[in-house]
Nanobody, 120 residues
């Protein structure tokens, strides 16, 4: 199983971005999916997570500016983040709880991270 994140880059303050994370491999099912971020020198923090049915929760730092969504048929996770500030600069990681076709257990997988840099 692999999670491939994309969509990061350099953005001006006030701008927007859309991140995408595609899960691939011998996937049987995916439950919770989430975006985390880690700024230099800081701990990794939750940006948002989404349940299979679409229920969402957001971190305090992005509430009102973020929208997380998923396409279950494509095993794909999205994040739209608006009103970017330099404080949003971080490496963004996708995370998913996945059951593979060869086990009855579900475990968490991480993507490789995509850098977002917001300049003022």
């Amino acid at each position: 199983v692999q999670l491939q994140a994309s969509g990061g880059g350099a953005v001006q303050a006030g701008g927007s971005l859309r991140l995408t994370c595609v899960a691939s491999g011998t996937i049987y099912s995916i439950t919770r999916m989430a975006w985390y971020r880690q700024a230099a020198g800081n701990q990794r923090e939750l940006v948002a997570h989404i349940a299979p049915g679409g229920g969402t929760e957001y971190g305090d730092s992005v509430k009102g500016r973020a929208a997380i969504s998923r396409d279950n048929a494509k095993n794909t996770l999205y994040l739209e983040l608006n009103g970017l500030t330099p404080e949003d600069t971080a490496v963004y990681y996708c995370n998913a709880n996945i059951r593979t076709k060869f086990t009855t257990n579900t475990r968490g997988y991480w993507g490789q991270g995509t850098q977002v840099t917001v300049s003022s």
